[in-house]
């Protein structure tokens, strides 16, 4: 009677649900099997009898009539910053490499405990610091649509980054939902790359307890799916406010904003989007955009066009400045947070465990990080010191309130985080609820042309679309919506919307998905 299954259909009979349950964490387990030593997207997986066992005791929940959540029994994968007992937790670099937790991350403990079954933990840029995925310890990952033939590094495609393993592994059906990172577009980009849907929340909205820090003030929980529903299930569930992060959005906050995201999300329940205002953000439109990725924007634009929304243009003035705002406030947070991988308490101790010379500092870091995450180190040190510090990083953080400014200027409803007075000063532009821009500037380069920028900071051109969301701590979900006439690699598309409004964008989300 039940044909397909999906994620949230509670009302099915428990034998039927179990059938397709077990079918699917065994499919998923058969897909990493026969395809994770060619696509590279997990670096650990759990053992077939732990598998079982999970698998078991859902099914036992579901024929009690008593599932935890409509996550129950449903395989997942999480990215490797995150903390997990089960599983080590290496942040794809040899600085951690036997590291395993002792504690689970919030995050994946509310999946825990809502029946998921965690099936491994997925390849990454070292310490979330990439947008290709080719900086990792334990090698790149490669694009789901490079076919089934073992890939080479020149001819092939990257899965994007940081979260690059956890989108291929949803595409590849290792999983239903995985967890990603995204700090400045790392759920987002590979998303787009690999032809699945990447949720940013709001930050704050997801509890950042147990995920190993790239750059506090932009780390956000991300989520990656094969649609927006399974995103909008899993967003449920740990959506949760957590005491043990500072960081995450009181509860007084959240049910504020919460009674009016709810309000705007039953107006778009349906396909029906006539009173939405759609803004198009004309600095988005840069040189580096591709042909295909221009044409996907204006077949976006017209859907949402078709179903009754209203499309404007907008100005965001401050964008071209979001970069280098980016890449230096996002160094010199991350120069701080890895200084604690010292050999002398964590990570990885170069030479004789039980002593310590003079270099035993140097020579640590430099056995245990990769060339990219020494780089951003030194440029975060940098960017710290006296002289610089005036210079560069205190106008990258105000450039940061620019950028937010902006988004205030141009969104309908004011931002929940500042008082009514404030708000007051707004510009009387032309405003929209949410924004439509793409979300790279191109479709999955190869494994070469990422390996081969120039320059290293020419790759940090590929985050251009979405670092500014980021800095302005809003949510912000990639849509897979085309496909490139050349190779065939998907293309996504991005909307974003006022922070806090986390469920009416995933609504929207949803219509620009079944458009086709
Ligand atoms: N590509 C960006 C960077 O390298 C974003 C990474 C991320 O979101 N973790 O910083």
């Known amino acids: 009677m039940i044909a397909v299954h999906r994620l949230g259909v509670a009302r099915i009979s428990s034998a039927s649900a179990n059938l397709r349950r077990n079918h699917t964490w065994s499919q998923c387990f058969d897909a990493i099997q026969s395809r994770n030593p060619t696509y590279n997207a997990l670096i650990s997986v759990q053992s077939r009898s732990a598998l079982e066992q999970s698998a078991a005791a859902s099914d036992k929940r579901y024929q009690q009539g008593k599932p935890l959540s409509p996550l129950d029994g449903t395989p997942v994968v999480v990215k490797d910053n995150f903390c997990t007992t089960a599983l080590p937790t290496t942040c794809a670099s040899n600085m951690l490499k036997d590291f395993t937790s002792p504690y689970d991350a919030r995050v994946v403990q509310l999946l825990t405990d809502a029946g998921a079954i965690m099936m491994g933990k997925s390849n990454m840029d070292e310490f979330g610091m990439g947008s290709a995925n080719i900086y990792s310890e334990f090698g790149p990952v490669f694009n789901p649509l490079d076919g089934p033939k073992q890939p080479t590094l020149d001819n092939h495609r990257v899965a994007g980054g940081s979260s690059g393993g956890s989108a291929a592994a949803v595409a590849l059906g290792m999983c239903k939902i995985a967890l990603g990172s995204d700090t400045g577009g790392s759920v987002r980009l590979p998303a787009s790359y690999c032809g699945v849907v990447g949720f940013k929340p709001s930050y704050g909205r997801c509890s950042r307890n147990g995920l190993v820090a790239y750059a506090n003030s932009l780390d956000t929980v991300g989520i990656l799916s094969q649609t927006v529903d399974d ?200 405003k929209a609820h949410v924004l439509l821009t793409p979300c790279g500037i191109s479709s999955a380069p190869t494994i070469e042309e990422s390996r081969h920028s120039s320059r290293p900071v020419d790759a940090f051109v590929n985050d251009v679309m979405t670092v500014p969301a980021s800095l302005a701590g809003l949510p912000a979900i990639a849509i897979p919506f085309a496909k490139s006439s050349d190779s065939g690699y998907p293309i996504g598309l991005q909307l974003l919307s006022q922070y806090g409004h986390d469920r009416s964008l995933l609504r929207i989300a949803r219509v620009l998905s079944e458009c086709k």
């Not at 600095?283 to 949402?304: M, N």
């Not at 205190?394 to 931002?415: E, G």
Request: net charge negative; proline share 6%.
């Open 231 to 430: 995103a909008q299930t899993a967003y449920d569930v740990i959506a949760q406010y957590d005491e043990n992060d500072p960081t995450s959005m009181p509860v007084p906050l959240r049910e504020a904003v919460d009674g009016q995201d709810r309000a705007l999300a039953e107006k778009w329940s349906s396909d029906d989007l006539s009173e939405l205002v759609v803004g198009i953000p004309a600095e988005y439109y840069v040189d580096p955009l591709s042909l295909e990725v221009k044409e996907a924007w204006r077949r976006g634009i017209q859907c949402l066009k078709e179903r009754g929304a209203s499309i404007v243009s907008v100005s965001l003035p401050h964008t071209r400045f979001a970069l280098p705002a980016y890449y230096i406030i996002a160094l010199a947070e991350a120069s701080s947070n890895l200084a604690r991988f010292d050999g002398i308490r964590y990570g990885h101790r170069s030479g004789d465990k039980n002593s310590a010379d003079d270099l035993l500092y140097a020579d640590t870091r430099s056995e245990g990080f990769g060339p990219e995450v020494q780089r951003r180190i030194l440029l975060g040190t940098h960017v710290l010191t006296a002289g610089t510090y005036e210079k560069h990083f205190l106008p990258a953080q105000q450039t940061r309130r620019l950028i937010q400014r902006d988004f205030d200027d141009v969104f309908l409803s004011p931002n929940p985080l500042y008082s009514s007075k404030e708000a007051a000063a707004e510009s009387m532009g032309t």
